[in-house]
């Protein structure tokens, strides 16, 4: 059972408090409602490049990461294509100096032409690195565009080229700022063994007077229920050949959510699940293979995908995919290979919460 | 940080409510709403595949 209190401050901010007596340390995670599919099609990578610039110094404060070191803290971030998520941890008698780092970086940046310069070469060398010269590190920037021809989904958080990064300008980086990183378009939660007292005093005292920036309004057409299979062939220097099976499955809340995710565990979680037993195990056509949601809050993924053995043809082995698909849509499963599945993933989930 | 992350999530979508509700909808899926939901997703119509072929096969 996760417990937690609520308020608002006047300016829009939500605060919520999570008790938790049993570590020493507290969480401060601010979550901003902006995410890749809010970029200009013109101007992608610009979400992410944000969350480098964030900490790049502030309004009064010069480096982020210094006090909070000097606090005996640490932070990260990361941006995806529904939201930027910001958070540090620190000993709970320090958790004043993340507020007073929080509060200020979202009262201002610094927007010193030098933290663009350093930043924007960072990201480009992360593209470089990452998604470009890293063997498979392009599929999601060749897999979305191919899922989705109209949604914001269609590019990666990364961004669509490298160009878009480097003709990022000050101006665009500041009214970036002014549009999404707002009190009323952010959630702050902190988690850790303190009083709701103290958390809505220090969250008056560091945030009260920061201005309303206006929430963000998203009005994003869905995708269009695709009516055509697809398929793209590419030829790259990666060590083995590689195919990825990707069905659209509806937004995060939905139902489908929670039964694509235990059908996934069905199919590929542990060396008893039937993907590796037929296809690693058995038939030997793929040396690795998995299946998993993408959990997209507006449109979600179910993606099978596997390294092929040597020698085995693309057709070969997309049809012996294929084939354990229609077996898992055409028979009921097993009770017992149900609760098998479930207990699984409740173990590692009630795990993960703990932490 | 799990917990505290996965609050925000769900404040974000206004649901902060059903945070606690998470088990309890893996819990109501059965066997009839596992196959619905795979022959309705796994058809071909709803399908992209990317092959990637190895330079040095």
Known sequence: MITFEKFTLKNGLRVLFHKDETTPLAVVNILYNVGARDENPDKTGFAHLFEHLMFGGSKNIESFDNPLQLAGGECNAFTNNDITNYYDILPVQNLETAFWLESDRMLELAFTPK????????????????????????????????????????????????????????????????????????????????????????????????????????????????????????????????????????????????????????????????????????????????????????????????????????????????????????????????????????????????? | MNRVMNIAFFEMMDKAGEINDELKKYDAVSAESIQQFCKKTFVKNNLSTLFIKSKNE
């Open chain 1, 115 to 355: 933290s663009l310069e350093v930043q924007r070469n960072v990201v480009i060398e992360e593209f470089k690195q990452r998604y470009l010269n890293q063997p498979y590190g392009d599929v999601w920037l060749l897999l979305r565009p191919l899922v989705y021809k109209t949604h914001p989904y269609q590019w990666a958080t990364i961004g669509k080229e490298i160009s878009h990064i480097e003709n990022a300008t000050m101006e665009d980086v500041k009214s970036f700022f002014y549009k999404y990183y707002a009190p009323d378009n952010a959630v702050l939660v902190v988690g850790g063994n303190t009083t709701l007292e103290n958390i809505k005093s220090l969250s008056e005292k560091w945030f009260g007077d920061i201005p309303s920036r206006g929430a963000n309004q998203r009005n994003l057409k869905p995708e269009p229920a695709q009516q055509e299979e697809r398929e793209l062939k590419v030829e790259r220097d990666v060590p083995a050949d590689a195919v990825y099976m990707v069905f659209r499955m509806g937004e995060r809340m939905h139902p489908d959510h929670y039964t694509g995710d235990l059908a996934s565990d069905i199919l590929s979680r542990g060396k008893s699940s039937r993907l590796y037993e037929e296809l690693i195990t058995k038939k030997q056509l793929f040396t690795s293979i998995s299946a998993y949601i993408s959990g997209g809050w507006e449109d979600g993924l179910f993606v099978v995908s596997g390294n092929l053995n040597k020698g085995v043809s693309y057709e070969d082995a997309k049809n012996a995919i294929w084939l354990e698909l229609t077996k898992i849509s055409d028979h009921a499963i097993e009770k017992n290979e149900l609760i098998k599945v479930k207990n699984k993933f409740k173990t590692a989930k009630v795990f993960l919460n703990k932490v």
